[in-house]
């Protein structure tokens, strides 16, 4: 058999990742892509899914592409850009929270942008301090300098506008406070072998004993509502692949419950696919207060008709929702906890629903990047290109991101689909099928035994 290089290998995968992605805008009747594009290209709002073969395409050449940057970057650059990555964290914070990116839209001329001393001016910021986190920012594609000391945004940062998904994300506090405190908790003479909630990262930058979500909703009501804010961010991104590629007519007519449903985004998205279906939303008081307010506001019909139940409820708690009908939903819950603790989750769903109900465990499911992933139905599965791992590389980022920052917040983790299965078994349960779909997030279709 003929060897090709490392190099050929990847740049031919490339090239023909590059190349589906062009022929797929082509078909569709999509404009080519544009960074220096001052509004937003059709498939970055998150209404317009790609197709499959583009969304494969752009995963395919996403992770050709950081493979060929590990392969000739210098390494103590790479280690640099990560170290002092923490400053692209922290200006696109300042960009946000000063306003530049709605400045910069408000321009006379949008493409052109506007020059440090009239962002000054407009937003009582330093010029020459500005210039600084600007630069770096449009190092990194955020913005454009259009001539010296002129800046304008690019496509990209379209989605740090004020209420936009991105800005949302942006806004949510103390990230930063939490990964400072990382090691000490991985370290810590008490914890180090903890699986305890309170034993993490978190309760060591906060100083407190409470549990993150308590310490939220009981002292820092406005953080926890741009907390909310970021979830509901991450669920509208996420979810519409989902909403799309995963068959929720099998469930029509049976009723769903939204276990820790928090704001209700999930349910929001699938009262208007499923309309023989009733759904109840559970979660604490705070939450559910919020999810009210979104459901009267956003679904007053099937809201006043009562296809919509609010309950206040705790998941360690005996389920009140009883009978094989029922489809539980766990999206983003068994995340945030330990391996006990999300068995017990788990186990109240299954004693609750009993003998044929069903669990949907929504998750980032992460696929140890050597091995091939499992199979599944999906037309997602490609051959695995050489060279490219089997979770992508940075296409799965943001589950290996989410799982750092669940250890740190609630000494939790994303999960393989076999520690998965390993929980359901536990909770007297089987995984029936993994859904991999146009979306960072998978359905773990379960089935109560
Ligand atoms: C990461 S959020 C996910 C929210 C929602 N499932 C979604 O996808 O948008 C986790 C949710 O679990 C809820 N939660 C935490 N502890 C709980 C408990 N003991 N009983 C019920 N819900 C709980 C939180 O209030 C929060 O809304």
């Known amino acids: 058999m003929a060897s090709i290089s490392e190099l050929d290998s990847l740049q031919n995968t490339f090239n023909a990742a590059i190349d589906t992605i062009r022929e797929e805008l082509k078909a569709n009747g999509l404009p080519e892509l544009s960074t220096l594009s001052t509004v937003p290209h059709p498939y970055d709002e998150g209404s317009k899914l ?16 950081t493979r060929l940057d590990a392969l000739i970057q210098d390494p103590y650059k790479r280690i640099n850009q990560v170290v002092y990555g923490v400053y692209e964290t922290a200006a ?99 914890w180090k072998y903890s699986q305890n909630s309170k034993e993490t990262a978190y309760q060591l930058a906060h100083n407190t004993d409470l549990i993150m979500f308590e310490h939220l909703y009981k002292y820092n009501a406005d953080t926890a509502k741009l907390f909310a804010n970021s979830i509901k961010a991450l669920g ?79 998941f360690f708690t005996p389920q009140t929702q009883t009978g094989s009908d029922k489809v539980f939903i766990f999206r983003w819950v068994l995340h945030d906890w330990p391996d006990d603790e999300a068995v017990k989750i788990l186990s109240g769903a299954a004693k609750g629903g009993g003998k044929g109900a069903r669990v949907l465990i929504i998750e980032f499911v992460v696929i140890p990047g050597t091995v091939k992933p499992v199979e599944s139905q999906t037309p997602l599965d490609d051959a695995l290109p050489p060279y490219i791992p089997a979770d992508y590389g ?15 917040i609630l000494n939790a983790r994303e999960r393989t689909l076999a520690e998965y299965e390993s929980l359901v078994n536990r909770a007297g349960m089987k995984v029936v099928k993994l859904w991999n779909m146009r979306s960072s997030l998978s359905v773990i279709e379960v089935e109560v035994l």
């Open 236 to 314: 509208d991104e996420l979810t519409p692949g989902i909403l799309e590629d995963f068959p929720w007519s099998n469930f029509e007519g049976r009723t769903i419950v939204d276990c820790g449903g928090g704001q209700g985004s999930m349910t929001l998205l699938l009262v208007p696919r499923l309309k023989e279906t009733k759904f109840v939303i559970q979660d604490l008081a705070g939450p559910i207060e919020l999810a009210k307010k979104n459901v009267e506001v956003m679904l007053p019909e099937a809201w006043k008709a009562g296809r919509i139940t609010l309950e206040e409820h705790d």
């Open 394 to 408: 940075q296409v799965s980022t943001i589950a290996h991101d989410m799982g750092a920052h669940m250890l740190a």
């Open 92 to 190: 696109l914070d300042v960009a946000v929270k000063t306003g530049v990116v709605d400045a910069l839209l408000e321009a006379p001329d949008v493409s052109r942008g506007l020059s440090l001393a009239e962002l000054q001016s407009k937003l009582d910021v330093d010029a020459a301090k500005l210039a600084i986190l600007l630069r770096l920012l449009a190092s990194k594609g955020w913005f454009h300098e259009t001539s010296e000391g002129v800046f304008a945004v690019t496509r990209p940062s379209l989605q740090l506008r004020n209420g936009s998904n991105g800005w949302k994300t942006v806004l949510t506090p103390g990230k930063p406070k939490v990964a400072d405190s990382l090691y000490d908790m991985i370290t810590h003479p008490q």
């Open 50 to 65: 790609p197709s499959t073969k583009f969304y494969r395409a752009r995963d395919t050449a996403i992770a050709a592409l």
